[in-house]
């Protein structure tokens, strides 16, 4: 999600994706991430089959196995604060290998109408088996990204594009977004027709990776997703948190905003027991990432990231 402010001086920052590229690498640069039916054993081979690098490879010139797949990705390798959307980023990875396995595994995800409340990289491996998918960002530069990598992967990932629809979403904004007539000539050529808000309203899977950075964002972010998850069909919101970065004020590395993004909702465990928190109608329930099995190859996930299975009720009451 595009933040707001900043001026012409802005800092720039890197995701850990990429961390060790050319800092100053100007332009929008192309990474491969493959991935098979197969997720990847101790050794990071498939069941054991085949390296990563000769698997990649194999795939990048056209002479791979029929299981292997190519998510090709066009992303910046820097970006200001308010367009770290053009970046990728570790949890929409993680994220994106929770959805895979969903998909090789079970027909979980088949044929749903979901939104991602980010920047695409978690709705272009859904794409392959939902029947819908709303690529929601802010800001023109991200989305005509986002539109970009759609039809990059539409190909190799043999996806229908009209099947992706790529839309702004500003949080501030909250839910439902301003509506508009779609003509080529029109410089707001992501706003939503009433068609597509009421066919948004009917998703039952929502997915946020690595949005929560600041306060007033999460505020944000919750507001708009307690007014999508009010409407129409029943949802379940997948989020994925806590990134880590030095803090100059605090001279230590924290997870900014992410006690903020906790006190949202209540945690649960695997019985339906409450844990903690206060949420206002949101219950959670952690999914330990080392139960999802690794199948994209070209990241290393680490253990700060924690990914939440949220669920919104207005009777839910506060503990």
Known sequence: ???????????????????????????????????????????????GVGGGGSELAAATSGSFRSDCHLLTIQHGVTSSLKSVGLQV???ALLLGDFVLH????????????????????????????????????????ILDNCVANVHINSGMLKFDEAKVCVRELDWKTSWPPPVGTHVPSNPSRYIWSTSEVEEAEKATVLFAADVIYSDDLTD????????LMSCGAKKVLYSLEKRYNFSLDELDVVANGYAHFRSFFTAQDGHGDPIDGYGPGFVGKQIDPAEIPQYIREYERGKDLELWKIMYSPDQKQQ
Not at 3 to 19: D, F, I, K, T
Request: hydrophobic fraction near 35%; aromatic fraction near 10%; include cysteine.
């Open 220 to 227: 944000l972010f919750f507001g708009t997703v307690k007014k």
């Open 102 to 141: 969903k998909s090789f595994s079970s027909s979980n995800f088949d044929g749903v109408t979901a939104i991602e409340t980010g920047a695409g990289t978690v709705g272009l491996a859904l794409a392959r088996v939902a029947r819908r998918i709303f690529v929601t960002d802010r800001g023109t530069d």
């Open 1 to 47: 999600m595009e933040a707001g402010g900043g001026g012409a001086e802005e800092e720039q920052v890197m995701s850990e994706v990429h961390l060790g590229c050319p800092p100053h690498f100007s332009g929008l640069h192309i990474s491969h991430f493959s991935f098979s039916s197969r997720p990847l054993g101790p050794s990071g081979d498939n069941d």
């Open 89 to 91: 980023w570790k949890a």
